[in-house]
């Protein structure tokens, strides 16, 4: 697979190189021709040193499978499509573990960083006591998850935890639209969960 991928990516290389080279000699605008050029590098990187999301897919499935953190080392670091897949893939090893020892992992530190991982095992676990770990230098990332397990398990007892009263106004808001949400009866002939 990775052969074949580089076979790829030196043609695009070259058929890029040969479009810069032509837009040079055509006396192109030289902004435009180093445009071309950035252009051409990102193609030919992403071809070269990323995965396909497919890719991603797979090794992401078997680090969770595993639990093993090791393995997301191999999912595309690089900000792609509006998302990072390798700190997803951190992400979902975090919630599968479900261990808090797990955030104090070097590579989960790197990536996530020891607030977002306790975050992220508050909400999928709904251990409140996880968003007290949160110290970050304010408030704002354990209201952070005290809102987020809020709107996740539609508990509104935890948006009094918020420090601000705006905050808490709005997670209240927050919990009651989504109970409305989830228990109207939508279209169609099957009712909603």
Do not use: H
């Not at 955030?103 to 991982?117: P, S």
């Not at 975050?119 to 230098?137: H, K």
């Amino acid at each position: 697979m990775r052969s074949k991928k580089l076979v790829y990516s030196l043609l695009a290389a070259a058929g890029l190189l040969a479009a810069v080279v032509g837009g040079l000699c055509l006396k192109y605008s030289p902004a435009g021709v180093m445009m071309s050029a950035v252009l051409a590098y990102d193609a030919v990187y992403v071809k070269l040193f990323e995965n396909t999301p497919e890719e991603d897919a797979l090794y992401t499935a078997r680090a969770v499978s595993e639990k093993d953190l090791r393995l997301c080392r191999e999912v595309s670091a690089r900000y792609i499509r509006s998302t990072f897949p390798r700190v997803n893939c951190y992400r979902e090893v975090v919630t599968a573990v479900a261990d808090p020892a797990i955030c104090r992992e070097e590579e989960i530190m790197e990536y996530i960083g020891e607030e977002q991982c306790y975050i992220t095992l508050a909400v999928s676990t709904g251990d409140a006591g996880l968003c007290e770990r949160v110290t970050g230098g304010d408030s704002g990332m354990r209201d952070e998850c005290y809102f987020d397990l809020a709107r996740e398990k539609n508990d509104a007892g935890f948006c009094g935890k918020l420090s601000e009263s705006l905050q808490r106004e709005f997670c209240l808001e927050s919990c009651a639209a989504k109970k409305e949400y989830d228990e109207s009866p939508g279209p169609g002939p099957w009712p909603r969960k």
